[in-house]
């Protein structure tokens, strides 16, 4: 758990689930309540980090080794929380992360078969054990999210068998520890699914962390 002066959450879920959607409005009621919000995304979030995005999600190098996509996805989120994330913690921001360190445990551990353990110590190495403050899980079929999605990247473009694993995992992930995670309905209105948000996201605020 992060043990700085801000916030931390991030949205995780499977493709066409809604995130940036959902991350963009509950950045939008953060900053009209008067906090310092930064947006940020997964892979990316700095110059190098984005240019490994350009990697890891290009169909240019599909076929890409497991290990090797796991390593630069931890290295991408190394360099984000060495340079934005954990900084904008440090002064008292709160964070709002499309996409963190499950979605590597989901997509390279489960989907891959790397093994969740390993995937997570990983990341937990590359980022010096910061984890979110509350991680938001949007749950949709993978056969409904991805019919939402054109011009697929690379993982996008895996088989659903992989998809159905990813979507397996975020909901195991979420049930172990549901003190940090909120499992949402993707299917529900927009409007829905915020207020269920925003109505989680306010306790944060309202007993110490």
Known sequence: ???????????EGGEGA????????????????????????????????????????SPQFTGL????????????????VARVIR???????VVVCD?????????????????????????????NNLLPN???????????????ITNPDRLEAEPIEYHVRVRAAFLEIAGADPHRYLVVDANLPKGEIAAEITKRVGLLFQVPR
């Open 65 to 80: 080794d497991a290990r090797s996509e796991a390593l630069l996805f931890a290295a991408s989120r190394g360099e984000h």
């Open 134 to 148: 509350l991680t938001i899980v949007l749950d949709i079929d993978p056969l409904i999210g991805l019919k939402r």
């Open 18 to 57: 809604g995130k940036s959607t959902q991350e963009r409005l509950l950045a939008e009621h953060l900053t009209a309540a008067g906090h310092e919000v930064v947006r940020t995304r997964e892979p990316g979030g700095t110059p190098a980090a984005e240019a490994v995005r350009n990697i890891v999600l």
């Open 87 to 93: 900084p904008a913690l440090e002064r008292g921001a």
């Open 99 to 127: 996409r963190y360190l499950d979605s590597s445990v989901a997509y390279q551990g489960y989907g891959r078969g790397l093994g969740a353990e390993r995937i997570r110590g990983l990341s937990l190495w590359a980022t």
């Open 1 to 11: 758990m992060a043990t700085s002066p801000g916030a931390f959450i991030a949205f």
